[in-house]
T-cell receptor, first 115, second 109 residues
């Protein structure tokens, strides 16, 4: 499978615990995005990388959230001291930016439930 | 003001009907525009890009109005399989890609 891969598919955790999600993008893609989506809402931007550089992080994102893409390939998203409000689907997408063209390809997401 | 705004719907239409969605964006420097489709509990998937001159893909027509900062999606001859949420997507230059909240479409037999 050469699409975007996310692990785990589901994560249930207790409030206060740390969680880490992984995203493996399509191999030649240089850009990687993290979004969060709750029921009835569109994907909410969290952060994105161009190769290994983190270009922007949402102002809505607290310091409990951190993302890395150390070698410009896979990425991890960590949430520290989880809260019930963090429960959501976390979506990763990758793209190949060429000029103005950019089409995102999404993984299946990681569904987080904080109890 | 949200960067990308859509009417959440739902739009309930009979099979065979024509339905149109609009989306407005706030950043006048936005360069690229797309419509994505998202089925229930699935990831979003690209439906079509939106070009300045307007473009068509089968029963789907997308248009861009830069002066009024909105894009539209027209679906002709609606099928039951068109039932989904349609997400308006905007990218400003080399900046991040931003999604609207989506418009839910339900095509009724």
């Amino acid at each position: 499978d050469t699409g975007v891969s996310q692990n785990p598919r589901h994560k249930i955790t207790k409030r206060g615990q740390n969680v880490t999600f992984r995203c493996d993008p399509i191999s030649e893609h240089n850009r990687l995005y993290w979004y969060r989506q709750t029921l009835g809402q569109g994907p909410e931007f969290l952060t994105y990388f161009q190769n290994e550089a983190q270009l922007e992080k949402s102002r809505l994102l607290s310091d409990r959230f951190s993302a890395e893409r150390p070698k410009g390939s896979f990425s991890t998203l960590e949430i520290q001291r989880t809260e019930q409000g963090d429960s959501a689907m976390y979506l990763c997408a990758s793209s190949l930016v060429r000029g103005q063209g950019e089409k995102l390809f999404f993984g299946s997401g990681t569904q987080l439930s904080v109890l | 003001r949200k960067e990308v705004e859509q009417d959440p719907g739902p739009f309930n239409v009979p099979e065979g009907a024509t339905v149109a969605f609009n989306c407005t964006y706030s950043n006048s420097a936005s360069q690229s525009f797309f419509w994505y489709r998202q089925d229930c509990r699935k990831e979003p998937k690209l439906l079509m890009s939106v070009y300045s001159s307007g473009n068509e893909d089968g029963r789907f027509t997308a248009q861009l109005n830069r002066a009024s900062q909105y894009i539209s999606l027209l679906i002709r001859d609606s099928k039951l399989s068109d039932s989904a949420t349609y997400l308006c997507v905007v990218r400003g230059g080399y900046q991040k890609v931003t999604f609207g909240t989506g418009t839910k479409l339900q095509v009724i037999p």
